[in-house]
């Protein structure tokens, strides 16, 4: 077994492979040199997925099939002719683990496309983007995107999506209409400070156990949901501010948790400037800041959205990636971190995947 780490950049994708043991690793790439890549995914069966914008030639997927050593490209993700909207950007691609071969890809502006034959063609999923408070959506700093997606298990018919800046929406009817659920979230830069849709969800994850069990990283705290996402809790208390970007759970202990939290959204790098990684073991209840290999003195570190991940290695490997171009890893949930990759370009996303032999 080998471990692979696949890494979006301002500059191109790369791809890092290490043994079980986490200490020697190769670095691949970049792929798509000198385009913005916002997501290197892995999607079953071997086969990786690369979400990228060249400056010349627009937004666009590619598929590998042999770990990354040759690409291609499938046929594009846009809308239709007369629907009055265009692909500004890809986000985020997603297998769904319930249906073979679906997956879902989160764009820019705000919209959801789905494939059903592993990526090779696409289709819009119409119902969210002509969704009737769309007139009350706006883009933030990053654009206006679908970037986060959970899938229940126990449900084939539920989806979620996080949507910036509009908030959360879940359909029960695989994509057919959609509903916002945004209850106890504030939107603090609104005259309405809980309205039904206009929060910015920055991150949203399912604890991996119980999937009733939602988290997410908003612009106006940490909050999170007992049931689907019908009601929302504020479990930013004991950090350092509200403000963040990314969010992890652990594979093995969906109650484990992970955010980076940032000084404001007018300053966004780490509070304090000290670079903290906060860790919860009890869904946000009470948190821990994990400073061990991490510098706690005129460290000024900005984590973008999808910039840490999780292994799902018995002894938990945690990876950040920084707009200072660093990669930091622990291997052991959090309590020791190391520099991984120094001086690679601006870290959009992180992912983990098993490598095929």
């Known amino acids: 077994m080998r471990l692979q780490l696949l890494i979006g950049t301002r500059k191109g994708g790369f791809i890092a492979t290490s043994d079980p043991a986490r200490r020697e690793w190769s670095l691949k790439g970049p792929l798509l040199k000198g385009s913005e890549v916002n997501h290197v995914a892995h999607v079953g069966d071997g086969r990786l997925m690369l979400a990228g914008k060249s400056g010349w030639w627009g937004p666009a997927v590619q598929i590998s099939d042999d770990g990354g050593e040759t690409w291609r490209e499938p046929g594009p993700i846009r809308f239709e002719e007369g629907r009055g909207h265009s692909v500004e950007r890809i986000w985020f691609i997603k297998a769904d683990p319930r249906v073979p071969g679906r997956l879902y890809a989160g764009v820019d502006p705000g919209a959801l496309f789905v494939s059903d034959d592993r990526g090779e063609s696409w289709r819009e999923v119409p119902a969210l983007t002509d969704h009737p408070t769309r007139a009350k959506w706006f883009p933030g700093a990053g654009g206006l995107m679908v970037h986060s997606m959970a899938f229940d298990r126990s449900r084939p018919s539920r989806l979620l999506v996080g949507l910036s800046a509009a908030g959360v929406f879940r359909s029960d009817d695989d994509g057919q209409t959609w509903t916002p659920r945004n209850a106890g979230v504030r939107a603090d830069f609104l005259p309405d400070k809980e309205p ?11 604890h991996t156990q119980q999937p009733q069990i939602l ?18 809790t504020d479990i930013s208390p004991g950090l350092p501010s509200r403000f963040g970007f990314p969010f992890a759970v652990l594979p093995r202990d969906g109650d484990t948790v992970f955010v980076i939290p940032e000084e404001s959204d007018q300053v966004r790098v780490t509070a304090n400037a000290s670079f903290g990684i906060y860790r919860s073991r009890d869904r946000g209840a009470t948190w821990e800041k994990l400073t061990r290999g991490l510098p706690q003195g005129n460290a000024f570190v900005n984590v973008m959205r999808m910039a840490m991940t999780v292994d799902a290695l018995e002894s938990p490997g945690v990876y950040v990636g920084t707009q200072g171009g660093q990669i930091l890893a ?3 949930g959090g309590d020791n971190w190391e520099v991984l990759f120094n001086w690679l370009p601006p870290v959009y996303a992180l992912e983990t995947a098993i490598a095929p032999q």
């Open 196 to 206: 039904e849709v206009g929060q910015c969800v920055h991150h949203m994850e399912m």
């Open 215 to 232: 988290y997410q990283q908003n612009h106006c705290g940490v909050y999170r949901s007992d049931d689907g996402g019908d009601k929302w």
């Open 330 to 332: 622990s291997r052991d």
